[in-house]
C-alpha cells in the first residue's frame, strides 16, 4: 500500500490517507476510504454529538 491523497467531500481540499491509516482501516474491517479530511471529520463528530445532547 501506499499513501493515497483524497479530496474532502466537504470542503474539497486534499488530505493524505496514510499507509497506516489504510492498514487501521483494514484491521477495523471498514471498506470504504475516508471522504473527510481530519478537521471536517472532527467538526461532524462534534455536531453529532452536540445533537445528541438535551
Do not use: L
Not at 17 to 37: A, H, I, L, S, V
Amino acid at each position: 500500500m501506499a499513501d493515497k491523497t483524497i479530496v474532502c467531500k466537504d470542503c474539497n481540499s486534499e488530505f493524505v490517507f496514510t499507509e497506516g491509516e489504510q492498514e487501521f482501516y483494514k484491521e477495523k474491517g471498514f471498506e470504504n476510504e475516508p471522504q473527510r479530511c481530519p478537521s471536517c471529520r472532527k467538526a461532524r463528530k462534534q455536531q453529532r454529538n452536540s445533537d445528541r445532547r438535551y
